[in-house]
């Protein structure tokens, strides 16, 4: 059995317990009005809040009320009106303490289902390290779901001999078939990152490990599973970024005071799409120089919508951030996404920011 869940006290957790004492006060005074048919309330209200027990000993404290002012001058125990009045308030405290205890359960099992999802994603998503060799880095994630601590977007940064290698990715679709294609993705970067001589290699074998996964797999599920990725490898002693691109929103470089898309000079496939489209991977060579900065993001960035279903416009947006540091730069992001989208986020977010601090080595 999972613990009970416990919950800091709140102030609320005493309104049964002064809907019993308003509505006796209010009874005693005005006894023609008959509030004690309020008495019911409390432990339908109690079931929202309280323990079983404690729904229960709410219900018994109003049928105790309801008793003793049926019995009081005031009301006749025998009249049927006050003798339906106890029977309601009996059928609703039976009613509550069930409520309760079925809310119980699922407060456990919620608290069992972040459990696991906290674990799994140490696992999948692992904490990304500040600092990488000569390239400083911060990281913005939100998964779309309520209570999900990960989805299908995601993200790692590791150190090889050819540099800093870095991946961001979305995989089409959401919920528990996304997670499982993100850690088939991510798990086989984490393998082959330090092993690939450059990043088409790179891109082809993490190709390899998506069309071995979907072998067992019903052929449409195949289809629909395929993850873009944007691929970026920070050697060390030159001033550049080398980038690969599979069908991922363009990142965003900050380089000498200007802000612009990095669009990919010709397309690369998807992961699980180079056998439809191809298994081209196109390289791109930009400028990066100390101080300059590289944002990676998925599109739960870029289609943001406002009220009016306009697209955030994110290059816009980070012109008036170009001064700021990686972390206050998407701390900004944060807070501007926030007010810009209206009603809840219905897609995972990610964003990546990395900085080049020194030349290397």
């Keep these: 059995m999972w613990p009970a869940v416990r919950r800091p006290f709140d102030w609320m ?3 049964p317990l002064l809907v019993i004492a308003l509505a006796v006060v209010a009874d005693v005074l005005t006894p023609h009005l008959q509030f ?47 003798l339906f009045t106890l029977l309601a308030i009996t059928a609703i405290t039976l009613a509550a303490t069930y409520a309760s205890r079925a809310r119980q359960h699922r407060e456990r099992t919620l608290a069992e289902v972040r459990t696991v999802a906290d674990v799994a994603q140490r696992v999948l998503l692992r ?25 299908g977007d995601f993200y790692e940064a590791l150190q090889t001999p050819y540099g800093v290698r870095l991946i961001i990715g979305d995989v089409r679709g959401k919920g528990l078939p996304a997670v499982e294609a993100a850690s088939v ?3 086989s970067f984490r393998v082959n990152v330090r092993d690939a001589p450059d990043l088409p290699d790179l891109a082809a074998r993490l ?32 001033s550049i970024a080398r980038l690969v691109n599979c ?35 196109q ?16 599109d739960g960035v870029s289609e943001s919508r406002d009220l009016n279903g306009t697209f955030y416009p994110l ?24 007010a810009y989208v209206s009603g809840t986020r219905d897609d995972d977010l990610a964003a990546l920011v990395a900085q080049r601090v020194g030349p290397g080595s």
């Design 185 to 187: 993705v991510l798990s």
């Design 36 to 82: 004690n048919r309020l008495l019911g309330a409390a432990p339908a209200l109690a079931a929202a809040m309280w323990p079983v027990t404690g729904t229960l000993a709410i219900g018994l404290l109003a049928i105790i009320a309801a008793t003793t002012l049926a019995g009081a001058a005031n009301h006749d125990l025998g009249q049927t009106q006050s």
């Design 315 to 338: 290059s816009r947006r980070i012109r008036r951030w170009s001064s700021a540091d990686p972390r206050q730069l998407l701390d900004q992001l944060q807070r501007d996404l926030r």
């Design 127 to 151: 904490p990304l390290p500040r600092h990488l060799g000569y390239v400083d880095i911060e990281l913005l994630y939100q998964a779309a779901a309520a209570h999900a601590r990960i989805g």
């Design 207 to 238: 190709e390899t490990s998506m069309n071995q996964h979907c072998e067992d797999l019903a052929a449409d599920d195949v289809m629909e599973r395929f993850v873009t990725i944007l691929l970026v490898e920070i050697p060390a002693g030159q």
């Design 247 to 281: 069908g991922h929103p363009a990142p965003i470089l900050l380089h000498d005071g200007e802000v612009r898309e990095v669009e990919p000079s010709a397309p690369s496939p998807p992961v699980n799409m180079a056998g439809l489209l191809g298994a081209h991977y």
């Design 283 to 298: 390289v791109d060579v930009v400028p990066f120089s100390v101080g300059d900065l590289l944002l990676l993001y998925t």
């Design 13 to 15: 957790h005493l309104a």
